[in-house]
Nanobody
Framework: QVQTAESGGGLVQPGGSLRLSCAVSGSISGFYVMGWYRQAPAKQRELVARITSTGVTIYADSVKGRFTIFRDNAKNTVYLQMNSLKPEDTAVYYC???????WGQGTQVTVSS
């Protein structure tokens, strides 16, 4: 199992941008798929973006065209670039394998004016 440490969250106005980072213990080059998940208050955790070891990406419809997931296998880091943020993007964001194993602490993203 990997361990993850998410960072980069914060408070941003609607229309703004944030870049989340996920430092993964151990090598991620061997893991086929890594993903970013989010959990909003009173809602189930959902997978919003995933990326394979070869760079193929898949996005949830709610973030398509606004979010970009990318990975640096040499640095064992996965990123989520979030643009054109909306209040409904407010959630705690986590990275994990797909399917998920051990959860990290996550990072809070709040989109509000």
């Amino acid at each position: 199992q990997v361990q993850t440490a998410e960072s980069g969250g914060g408070l941003v106005q609607p229309g703004g941008s944030l870049r989340l980072s996920c430092a993964v213990s151990g090598s991620i080059s061997g893991f086929y798929v890594m993903g970013w998940y989010r959990q909003a208050p009173a809602k189930q955790r959902e997978l919003v973006a995933r990326i394979t070891s070869t760079g193929v990406t898949i996005y949830a419809d709610s973030v398509k065209g606004r979010f970009t997931i990318f990975r640096d296998n040499a640095k064992n880091t996965v990123y989520l670039q979030m643009n054109s943020l909306k209040p409904e993007d407010t959630a705690v964001y986590y990275c994990n394998q797909v399917p998920p194993t051990r959860w990290g602490q996550g990072t809070q993203v709040t989109v509000s004016s």
